[in-house]
């Protein structure tokens, strides 16, 4: 029995030359890793070890694990996904040789993102607990050949926190997933026809897509990112008065909702990682407040004090709105000499959500030649800062209302397509059967 799969669970966001760890069991010769098609390392024997560079960029990735034989035939392979959505928690199993010829040992791995030591681990073999030791390993029984056992692993980190895994073990057998991705469009002339209709329209790496299903609903969602200057900078400038009534076009699409992550991030260690985490507020209704409301009376206590982190925010902002599978946008407000300590550069983050396919919007305070005489109240925004992001100046109203109906138009246009199989999100391309009827974000 050959058994495969990675002890380094890379959530989170990652870049550069990064360490993983590999389990194989079985008469497994050499493990192959394929970075997005390519090559990406060869390990000749055990430890499973490698270091693969992800580049300088952040983009998503796709990362296999192939394990081979001794004639080079394939045994097994796993996969995961890099800068993409995965839950805040995940763990692995791995089979890893018995002693003295025994029944093989299993070794659980896991990693959290949000919260330290799990509060409780346990293991089940056809339904029945596993004693597991402080080491995250157990023995198994032995079984019975040609019958297939299920091994299931489960670690509590928290209330509404659990990470699960089951395998089958014992048996020749295969099991079937239905793997879709979503695929956001925007539409040139309204409805999109029917599935049955798309055929030929999507392709990845040159080859047609299925498409299963298109979702043409209300819903639609803006996660919002804003440098911790603007709700005081928005009264100043826009004379804002606290009324939540909403002015004519301050308002998104019907069915949209709005949250605010902030730039703020929260330290969290837990053991062997060191991760940020950007807090959130709760979710706003378009229809009933304005933007100008929005961005002026929604406050954290948080955002004051400095240390933002603006563009890293926006980054993990675009992988929220990714995992939602709506029409989607990722609004960035800066204010006045916006303070910014992320690892990533406006452009980076630019092309990373251009890669995930999800519309960034940014907004600037301050128009790029401002005169003292435009607004003697308002300090504005460095013209540097607004280029390097492609800013939209909405230093007065009647901009705003512009750059609002901006946004809502894109959401308006938005539909989502399901397409057969996991695809990363920049290898999906449309043929020349769609026309012009749509275009991809």
């Known amino acids: 029995m050959v058994q495969i799969a990675f002890l380094t669970l890379l959530l989170g966001l990652n870049s550069g030359t990064v360490p993983v760890e590999i389990s194989a069991s079985g008469p497994v010769a050499v493990i192959e890793l394929i970075l997005d098609g390519a090559p990406a390392g060869r390990l000749g024997g055990p430890p499973w070890m490698a270091r693969v560079d992800f580049g300088t960029d952040l983009l998503p990735h796709e990362l296999v694990a192939r394990a081979l034989g001794p004639d080079g035939a394939e045994l097994a392979r796993t996969r995961q996904w890099i800068n993409l959505p995965r839950p805040p928690a995940e763990v692995a199993l ?115 897509l299925a498409v299963t299903a298109v979702e043409d609903d209300n819903f639609g969602q803006v996660i919002v990112v804003r440098d911790a200057a603007v709700p005081d900078l928005v009264r100043k400038a826009w004379g804002g008065t606290g009324s939540s009534v909403a002015l004519p076009g301050s308002t998104l699409a019907r069915g949209v909702r709005v949250r605010f992550l902030w730039s703020k991030p929260r330290l969290n260690l837990t053991p062997g990682v060191a991760a940020e985490l950007f807090d959130s507020s709760q979710e706003f209704v378009s229809r009933d407040l304005g933007f100008d409301y929005l961005l002026s009376r929604v406050v954290y206590a948080g955002e004051k004090g400095g240390g933002q982190h603006l563009a890293d925010a926006v980054a993990v902002a675009g992988l929220q709105a990714l995992a939602g599978h709506h029409p989607r946008a990722v609004l960035l407000v800066l204010g006045p000499q916006p303070e910014d300590g992320s690892r990533y550069s406006p452009a980076a983050i630019r092309r990373y959500l251009a890669a995930l396919r999800v519309p960034l919007h940014v907004w600037s305070l301050a128009p790029p030649a401002a005169r003292p005489s435009d607004s003697p109240s308002v300090t504005f925004v460095s013209p540097s800062t607004a280029a390097a992001w492609g800013a939209t100046d909405v230093s007065n109203r009647r901009r705003l209302l512009e750059a609002i109906g901006q946004l809502r138009q894109d959401l308006d246009r938005q539909r989502i397509v399901f397409v057969e199989g996991l695809h990363l999100p920049q290898s999906v391309a449309l043929s020349p059967a769609a026309g012009a009827e749509i275009e991809l974000p």
């Not at 297939?148 to 509590?156: D, K, T």
């Not at 699960?164 to 048996?171: F, I, M, Q």
């Open 94 to 208: 791995a089979l890893e040789p018995g002693e003295k010829g025994g029944p093989p040992r299993v070794r659980l791995a896991w990693q959290s993102l949000v919260a330290g030591a799990p509060k409780q681990v346990s293991l089940a073999l056809d339904g029945k607990p596993v004693a597991v030791d402080r080491d995250g390993r157990a023995p198994l029984p032995r079984l019975e050949a040609d019958v297939p056992h299920v091994l299931s692993a489960e670690v509590a980190f928290g209330p509404g926190l659990v990470a699960r895994r089951d395998v089958v073990l014992g048996a020749e057998g295969s099991e079937a997933f239905g793997e879709l991705t979503a695929v956001a469009v925007r539409t040139r002339g309204g409805r999109l026809p029917p599935p049955e209709r798309l055929k030929g329209w999507f392709t990845a790496g040159g080859v047609p």
